[in-house]
Every structure is written in C-alpha cells, then in structure tokens.
T-cell receptor
Framework: QKEVEQNSGPLSVPEGAIASLNCTYS??????FFWYRQYSGKSPELIMF????GDKEDGRFTAQLNKASQYVSLLIRDSQPSDSATYLC?????????????FGRGTSLIVHP | DARVTQTPRHKVTEMGQEVTMRCQPI?????VFWYRQTMMQGLELLAY????????DSGMPKDRFSAEMPDATLATLKIQPSEPRDSAVYFC?????????????FGSGTRLTVV
C-alpha cells in the first residue's frame, strides 16, 4: 500500500458543479494534512491544511478529515475552469523521528464550461 | 510577497557533468525540503533540513547526490556525476515550523535535462 493514495483521474466536472477529490493515507499517527494545487508547468501551491476531524471551509474549498477511516477529501464548490489543475494531497508521516510531508501522485481535475 | 527563489530555472547538461541547484528560502523559515518530481514517481522527498541541520536524506541516492545548507539563506543540491535518469523538476520548499505546521511554500523549480 502506498503511503498516500489518490485517484489519478482525470476528474471531469461541468462548470458550477461540486468537485470531490479524495485521499487515503497509511499512517494512523499522522496529524497534519494538506491540499496543494499545481497548474501544468508550475509549482505546487498550498490551498488548505486541516488537523482535526470534521470539515474546514475556506471560500469555495472545504477540506474533510476522518482519521478513523484515514481519509481526507477536498470539495470545490461552484467549480470554475480556472480550477482545472492537479490537486496534491500531502500528509505528514513520521519517519526517523520526524514528520515528513509525503505527497500523493495527485488527481487531475478538468472543469469544462 | 515572500517567495522561495530557485536557480537555475532550466538546466541542460551532458551525462557525467556536475549539476548544482540553489535555493533561497523565505526569510525566517527554519525548514527546507528538496523534492524531485517526475511523471512516473510524482513528488519524491530527497532531503529535509531544520534549522540548517539535515534531518532526513533517505530518499536521496547518496553515491551521486548531496544536499547542504551552508547558511540560513542558501540550500544547495548537487548531482555528481549526473545521469539521464536524473532528468526531472527539482523543487525546494520552505516553511516555519514552530507551534504548528501550516504547510510549505514551493519555489518555481529547476527543470533538469541530462542528455
């Protein structure tokens, strides 16, 4: 099992719809979870972090965390074509006594007009 | 707007040559990472520094790669000798790890091509 898993997609949604991106992780001791957005040819950009079970909302973005199920998701409401990008889930996994940010392979999101 | 600065942006080199990539983290950030991104493997951690001390470099091929942080404003990643399989985008990221972990800021990356 990979440490951080994401469906590679592409996930295609119409403009205005809700996009749901999912991520599972292997280490039950993980405490910090992040979502990054990466446009083609660009560097990853942090969009949200979450530490506690439940939902965290920031504008059109909602991160959801369920530690019992080792599952974190990102919802994008009112999706726009400008949201088309690869979304990377990152989890701080403990390794050698330090928490190391470990990334999933990313899910490609396409929002079509 | 604070940013992580990486140089060079692009590098084409011949197999066997030494490559040095540089990173200037955001002022005040005490944590620096080097990642490599390829289509096949995604983002792989190569090295991790906190307060300039190396904490983890288990993802880095030790025979050819080396990472250092000679001062708080400069991190370097060297490959010697370079090989075609090293072709990738290399990212540096920095963050301020204090009372919590609020994520990291990535530089623009160095796109390395080894021919």
């Amino acid at each position: 099992q990979k440490e951080v898993e994401q469906n590679s997609g592409p996930l295609s949604v119409p403009e205005g719809a809700i996009a749901s991106l999912n991520c599972t992780y292997s280490d039950r001791g993980s405490q910090s979870f992040f979502w990054y957005r990466q446009y083609s040819g660009k560097s990853p950009e942090l969009i949200m972090f979450i530490y506690s079970n439940g939902d965290k909302e920031d504008g059109r973005f909602t991160a959801q965390l369920n530690k019992a199920s080792q599952y974190v998701s990102l919802l994008i409401r009112d999706s726009q074509p400008s949201d088309s990008a690869t979304y990377l889930c990152a989890v701080n996994l403990i390794r050698g006594g330090s928490y190391i940010p470990t990334f999933g392979r990313g899910t490609s999101l396409i929002v079509h007009p | 707007d604070a940013r992580v600065t990486q140089t060079p942006r692009h590098k084409v080199t011949e197999m066997g040559q030494e490559v040095t990539m540089r990173c200037q983290p955001i002022l005040g950030h005490n944590t620096v990472f080097w990642y490599r991104q390829t289509m096949m493997q995604g983002l792989e951690l190569l090295a991790y520094f906190r307060n300039r001390a190396p904490l983890d470099d288990s993802g880095m091929p030790k025979d050819r790669f080396s990472a250092e942080m000679p001062d708080a404003t400069l991190a370097t990643l060297k490959i010697q000798p370079s090989e075609p399989r090293d072709s990738a985008v290399y990212f540096c990221a920095s963050g301020a790890l204090g009372g919590g972990d609020y994520g990291y800021t990535f530089g623009s990356g160095t796109r390395l091509t080894v021919v």
